[in-house]
Every structure is written in structure tokens, then in C-alpha cells.
């Protein structure tokens, strides 16, 4: 059996509450209505009464004013004024458990997701690619897969295009055509998302998605609230973020159907930035998100100003509604309220197209599921005031409450481990040592080449000179034994004078020379 949440009471017999029954609150909702009717404090009063019976909560605070759940309300002429209205005695005001969160770290505990984990689809989104330059990231992606390399952060995915530009010619038998205009223009998408700050969602540690899905001592559900007015400046990286946590949340928990009330509830602020210009792709992606989504347990709002900026299969799917005055100026803001007078089921006292245009401030028509499940006929009521404040709280006390938050120090350290950028880097480090080391074997065998022919040369010349020096040697030999004989010749001549010395020489001169 679940729990009634009561939203409001009715503005003609305020002892008739407006409620909301927690075992369907995972079959969605929607608040809507124009600027300053009052969504804000309904997002505050269904925030606060998931909060109070153990449902944690996931919102955008895209003006910072959301921040006040977490400071405990206060009486003043104004509010007892609405407590007078709605027949009240007290409020019990308190603060809620909350946990700050912020994509760019400044406002709360950061928030990241690798490369890989948000994929090509959801990136080509984040960084406006058409239908080629899609085609062309979703090709890198699965390069990278094929060659074991993990895409991170935005360094690592430049990396990656640099890499498969390179490559281009080699990788297009296999992934198709790479065009260099297509890669260059995803590089340069990624640069303007970097110069907005968007390169800070993509790193580690990852977002544990559990984190969102905690209760405090009390059981109370805690609210998480995303800083947004930074990244509203970044709209379709806020819309896709989101899209891709409901689509973590629908991987990662289990089936479990309806519930006395849900495991979590999403409240999709400036819901319209989610549909803008998605392709029919996307589109269909959403739609089975938001239809199979509750039976994991998990109920999504969306909050925007016009019914019609949801497409009609998704308005279908939305059980719980709260629909805030429209103004009807012009034939769309009359087509506007006619739709949401039509996604309503009709009460016999009042025409609803008219009433949607004479609501004050704080006052809403109102329709959830019954008990069987089945739409309420609308009801006019009074929203019910909030238990926390309606000041957001100062600079100070959101770091005190961040630094003494249940998550401290889990995500606020990056860790940058290695991955494509740093494997890319090796291989290229690999490639210039091994050109550097091909340069040296070439420059040593040039130079081993030039050794060995002076080495040639060298040896050439010594044989050359020892040659020169064995001739020059055999003539000085044969010129010394000359110079002997002759010596020895002309002394015996001397000696032996006469005809007989003569004849004696000549004996001896012939025995010596053979003749």
C-alpha cells in the first residue's frame, strides 16, 4: 500500500486534499504552466514529500533558488497569509538532506563520465554533428574498440581523430570513407565545447549512478540538486546529460515493477531542451526510455513552460499532471492551452481551456492516477506550501554542506590514468625510436662501409709501399754484391800482376760468371 503525498487542496472546500498516491508516482508526471505561476514550489513540495518517506530525488537548479531545500523554511506575512487560505495551523519547517552536484565542479561534487561510456550517439548530440560527421565519430569509436583503445577524456578522443586521420587511407576498406572535413570538423566542435567547459564531464573517476539512490539515518530520500545556471549556457550538453543518466539508470537497475513507491524520482527541468532538434532516432530512444523506465522503479517529471513542447507519445505516458496558468495571447498560446485542456479529464464544474488562463499564482489544476490507476477528473486547487525556506542559501553554506556531504572526496580528486591519448603517444614515441634507431643502423653501416674501404685503401698502399721497399732492397743487394766483386776483382788484379795473375783472374772471374 503506498503513500498518499498531498500537493494541494481544493480552492473551493480546502478539507478536500489534492494527492498524489506514491505507488504510482513512478508512472511519471509533468509540471507545466509559464514563468512565475508557481512550478518552482510544486517542484519544491513534491521534492520535499518524496524526500520525507524515503524516495531520493535527482533536479536541475538552473537559478539557483532550488537551493533553499536544503535551509529549513521560515513564518512570514506572506506564508501565513497562504496558510490562512489553505485552512493550516503550522507548518513544520525543516531542511532536507541534500547532496550538491555540479558538471563543472564549482557548486557541488563534479560529476564525469568517460568518452566511451556517453558514446557516439549522445556525444554527436553534445557537439551539434550532422548526419556524416555522426556516421564519422560512430566509425572512430569503433577504431578505437578494435584497437584496444580506451577513450577517456577529450584529449584521448582528439588523439583518436588525429590517429585515424593519419590513418585514413588504411581504415577506409574496412570502416569506410574518413573524410578530413568531417574529422576536422568534429576536432573543432570538440574545441568550442572545450572553451565552454564541457571537456570537465568527460574523465575519471565516473559517476557511480547508485550514488543518486541514498537515505539518511532518518530514511529520508536524499535531493540531489545539479547546478545549472552555468550549464543552461550549454543546452544541449544539460539536456544530453540527462538523457544519458536515464539511460544509465534504465541499464543499470533492476527490474522491479510497481513498488509501494518508487526507487527514484527524476524531475526533468526545462524539458523542451531535451526534444529540440533531435533526430527521429534520438526521439525514439527517449520515448523507450520514459515507457520502460518505471518498471525499474523510477519516475520521471518534466517541467516546462508548454505542454506542446513534449511530443505527444511522451505527454501520452505522463499520469501525474500539474499544469500552472498559461497565457493565451496569441493563436499557438491558444492551441497550447487547448492541448493541455485535452490531456486533462474534464470536471463537469468548470471548463478547463478557461481555467487554465484565470489561475493565480501558486494555484494549479491537477489530475493523478487513482487507485486503480486509472486519471482523476481534473481538480482546481491551491498548491501546498513548502517546509523549507524560500531563500537559496548562501555560497558559504552550500561548501560546508558540500564538504560535509556523504560523498566528500569520492569524486573531487581527477585521476588521469592511461588511455588512447597516452597508448597513441607510446606508439608514437615506438615509431620515432625506431626510425631514430633505422637512421643510426644506416648512419653505422654508411660509416662501416667508409672504414673498411680506407681500411682497403690502407692496406693497398702498405702492400704498395712494401713492395716499393723489397724492390728497392733487392737492387741495393744486387748492387752491394756488384760493388763486392768488383772490389775483390780489381785487388786481385793488383796482387797478382803479370799475365798469369791475369789468367788466374779470369779463372776465377769465369767460375764466378759461368764463362
Same mark, same amino acid.
Given at each position: 500500500m503506498g503513500t498518499p503525498i498531498v500537493i494541494a487542496k481544493n480552492i473551493? &472546500? @480546502?478539507?478536500?486534499?489534492?494527492v498524489l498516491l506514491s505507488q504510482f508516482a513512478n508512472r511519471h508526471g509533468l509540471i507545466a504552466g509559464a514563468t512565475g505561476t508557481g512550478k518552482t514550489v510544486t517542484l519544491k513540495v513534491l521534492a520535499e514529500s518524496f524526500s520525507r518517506i524515503g524516495v531520493p530525488v535527482f533536479l536541475a537548479d538552473a537559478k539557483g533558488d532550488v537551493s533553499s531545500l536544503a535551509k529549513a523554511g521560515e513564518a512570514s506575512d506572506k506564508f501565513n497569509e497562504r496558510l490562512k487560505l489553505l485552512q493550516i495551523d503550522s507548518v513544520p519547517f525543516a531542511a532536507n538532506p541534500v547532496v550538491f552536484w555540479d558538471l563543472f565542479g564549482q557548486q557541488g561534487h563534479p560529476i564525469r563520465t568517460t568518452i566511451s561510456e556517453i558514446g557516439p550517439i549522445l556525444l554527436a548530440r553534445i557537439l551539434n554533428l550532422n548526419d556524416t560527421q555522426e556516421g564519422v565519430l560512430s566509425a572512430v569509436f569503433r577504431i578505437a574498440d578494435d584497437q584496444g583503445l580506451l577513450l577517456v577524456d577529450f584529449k584521448d578522443l582528439k588523439a583518436m581523430i588525429t590517429f585515424v586521420s593519419e590513418h585514413a587511407a588504411e581504415f577506409k576498406a574496412e570502416y569506410g570513407n574518413l573524410s578530413p572535413a568531417s574529422l576536422g570538423a568534429i576536432q573543432r566542435n570538440l574545441l568550442a565545447l572545450a572553451d565552454q567547459g564541457g571537456e570537465q564531464f568527460f574523465g575519471e573517476p565516473a559517476l557511480n549512478i547508485l550514488d543518486f539512490i541514498q537515505t539518511d539515518a532518518n530514511g529520508h530520500g536524499y535531493i540531489n540538486i545539479l547546478a545549472a545556471d552555468k550549464l543552461?549556457? @550549454?543546452?544541449?550538453?544539460?539536456? #544530453?546529460?540527462?538523457?544519458?543518466m536515464l539511460s544509465e539508470l534504465f541499464e543499470q537497475l533492476p527490474e522491479v515493477? &510497481?513498488?509501494d513507491k518508487p526507487k527514484l524520482v527524476f524531475f526533468f527541468d526545462e524539458a523542451h531542451l531535451l526534444f529540440d532538434n533531435a533526430s527521429q532516432a534520438l526521439q525514439e530512444k527517449i520515448e523507450q526510455v520514459v515507457r520502460l523506465i518505471r518498471s525499474k522503479g523510477v519516475g520521471i517529471? /518534466?517541467?516546462?513552460q508548454n505542454p506542446l513542447d513534449l511530443p505527444e507519445s511522451v505527454l501520452g505516458q505522463l499520469g501525474n499532471r500539474v499544469q500552472h496558468a498559461l $497565457? =493565451? /495571447? *496569441?493563436?499557438? &498560446? %491558444?492551441?497550447?492551452?487547448?492541448?493541455? =485542456?485535452? #490531456? /486533462? $479529464?474534464?470536471n463537469p464544474d468548470f471548463k478547463v481551456d478557461e481555467?487554465? *488562463? +484565470?489561475?493565480?499564482v501558486g494555484e494549479a489544476l491537477i489530475s493523478c492516477l487513482d487507485e486503480q490507476g486509472t486519471p482523476q477528473i481534473v481538480e482546481r486547487g491551491w498548491v501546498m506550501p513548502p517546509y523549507s525556506s524560500f531563500t537559496p542559501i #548562501?555560497? +558559504? +553554506?552550500r561548501q560546508a554542506l558540500i564538504s560535509q556531504s556523504i560523498i566528500a572526496g569520492v569524486y573531487e580528486q581527477a585521476v588521469d590514468r592511461d588511455s588512447a591519448y597516452e597508448m597513441l603517444q607510446n606508439k608514437v614515441a615506438e615509431r620515432e625510436q %625506431?626510425? %631514430?634507431d633505422a637512421e643510426l643502423a644506416k648512419q653505422q653501416a654508411k660509416e662501416q662501409e667508409t672504414l673498411a674501404k680506407q681500411q682497403a685503401k690502407e692496406q693497398e698502399r702498405l702492400a704498395r709501399e712494401q713492395q716499393k721497399e723489397e724492390e728497392r732492397a733487392a737492387r741495393e743487394r744486387a748492387k752491394l754484391t756488384q760493388d763486392i766483386v768488383g772490389t775483390f776483382a780489381k785487388s786481385a788484379a793488383r796482387s797478382l800482376g803479370g799475365s798469369t795473375g791475369q789468367k788466374l783472374v779470369r779463372g776465377l772471374l769465369g767460375s764466378l760468371f759461368g764463362k
Open positions: 473551493n &472546500d @480546502t478539507s478536500k486534499e489534492i543552461m549556457n @550549454t543546452p544541449k550538453l544539460y539536456a #544530453t546529460f540527462l538523457l544519458w515493477g &510497481d513498488m517529471y /518534466f517541467i516546462t $497565457r =493565451a /495571447f *496569441t493563436p499557438k &498560446d %491558444q492551441k497550447a492551452v487547448k492541448t493541455a =485542456a485535452d #490531456t /486533462f $479529464r474534464s481555467a487554465i *488562463t +484565470e489561475l493565480g #548562501t555560497p +558559504e +553554506e %625506431q626510425k %631514430q
